[in-house]
């Protein structure tokens, strides 16, 4: 694969054994759309089958050309990336696998904030999801196109997998080459997606293929950038409050100056999950209590 041209509903070769059909869902948070991966040449495991739309159920039904499907593995729940799991199970046969359905691996805080009315934002959260069958943390399962070992990555949400395969990984949407991963609380936890990054820093990898956009050819570097952003935007955050007091809106307008208004939601939801991991580890105060809308402040020393 010299160049990333897929066309929406046609299989695009990334490697042998391996092809994409890209779902036809683009926008700001899912860059050209839904990256679905076909492992396999004679029968087939797929990753992550997309929204719940006609035309991309058919697009994969002709990638499949009648070819026996053995696995249909979920990086996560949302409405971008599972929906289209159960017509798929339908139509193949296959059993769907996943960490579990879209509460499952939610944090203390976020399981708090949730039952307190938090609700998520982002691409949307599945709640009908449910797979066949749950995968843990090094769980592996294999076919004729090779083995796959799930990795618990929570952070962009809590039921989050990357798949190991060889010496690549398909990092779902908690690694990404053309944007940073929303963290999005309740179902978000930057908590847990730092810890996730560290997780991933031990895995040997020469590409990354991602839930969006092209493959990630220098998956060291990309993490390396991505633990350093967010250590760069928890240090402004932090420089925001040192004046007084404000809301994780209020941060969000003195941090994002270079964000258009469309996505100035999601950047606070981004701000107050940073915002969240900071007090949760002491560094600041939230009054009158951790919400979306609290005060937060530096905490004493």
């Known amino acids: 694969m010299t160049e990333f041209t897929p066309i929406a509903g046609q299989p695009f070769a990334l490697a042998e ?11 700001p948070m899912t860059c050209l759309g839904t990256n679905t991966y076909l492992l396999g040449r004679e029968t087939l495991a797929i990753i992550d089958p997309g929204p719940d739309d006609a035309a991309h159920l058919a697009a994969l039904k002709m990638a499949i050309a009648g070819r026996p499907v053995s696995h249909i593995l979920l990086t996560h729940s949302h409405l971008d990336h599972s929906p289209l799991a159960a017509p798929l199970s339908g139509l193949t046969g296959a059993p769907t696998y996943a960490f579990g359905d879209s509460a499952a691996g939610r944090s203390a805080v976020m399981a708090r904030l949730a039952k307190a009315g938090l609700a998520g934002g982002g691409e949307g959260i599945d709640d009908a ?35 190991v395969w060889g010496r690549a990984v398909f990092t779902g949407d908690h690694i990404m080459g053309w944007s940073s991963s929303l963290v999005s609380p309740p179902d978000g936890d930057l908590t847990d997606f730092m810890a996730s990054c560290d997780k991933l820093k031990n895995v040997t990898a020469d590409i990354y293929y991602p839930g969006h956009g092209a493959p990630v050819l ?84």
């Open 17 to 27: 054994d391996l092809a994409l059909v890209l779902a036809p869902n683009p926008s």
């Open 129 to 163: 999801f449910a797979p066949d069958q749950c995968l843990r943390d090094g769980d592996t399962v294999a076919g004729s196109w090779g083995r796959v070992t799930a990795l618990h990555t929570p952070g962009h949400i809590g039921n989050h997998l990357c798949f």
């Open 218 to 301: 220098d998956p060291a570097a990309r993490l390396a950038w991505l633990i350093a952003h967010r250590k760069t935007r928890e240090a402004q955050i932090l420089d925001a409050l040192q004046a007084q007091p404000a809301t994780a809106q209020e941060v969000t307008k003195e941090v994002y100056t270079d964000v258009s208004s469309a996505l100035l939601g999601a950047a606070e939801r981004n701000v107050f999950a940073h915002l969240v991991d900071l007090h949760e580890r002491g560094k600041v105060t939230a009054e009158p209590h951790l919400s979306a809308t609290a005060r937060f402040g530096i905490a004493a020393r």
